[in-house]
């Protein structure tokens, strides 16, 4: 897993782009309507993620029609799924000591009011 893929996730018209192709195929024009940036600027997003491997496209007539490609987020799974390992470690830990935490609280006498 490389630091562009980040770089390149980070961005957020990237981000709003890989959103709308999430449902499926979309031509330039659509992608445009979706994120409301003008076309030069979606086109060069596109550019970017295509240069990155998150999208391809497909040439249908005059149209060039986007789509995300898996692989990639594949990837990103399989990075962030050895670390989920961690975090689920800790927040079991941290659950265990807050239940200890309301029984020892529940175990403690109440003081009676006069």
Do not use: C
Not at 16 to 35: K, M, P, Q, T, Y
Not at 105 to 113: L, V
């Amino acid at each position: 897993m490389h630091v562009d893929v980040f770089q390149t996730l980070a961005d957020p018209t990237r981000l709003l782009i890989v959103e709308a192709l999430r449902g499926g195929e979309h031509a330039v024009n659509d992608i445009v309507d979706r994120v409301d940036i003008h076309q030069s600027g979606v086109s060069r997003h596109l550019r970017i993620l295509q240069e990155a491997g998150f999208v391809q496209v497909r040439p249908e007539g005059t149209k060039r029609l986007y789509s995300l490609r898996p692989e990639p987020f594949q990837e990103l799974d399989a990075w962030v799924t050895r670390y989920r390992v961690l975090w689920e470690a800790r927040l079991d830990r941290f659950g265990e000591a807050l239940e200890r935490k309301q029984k020892a609280r529940m175990a403690k006498p109440r003081k009676e009011e006069p």
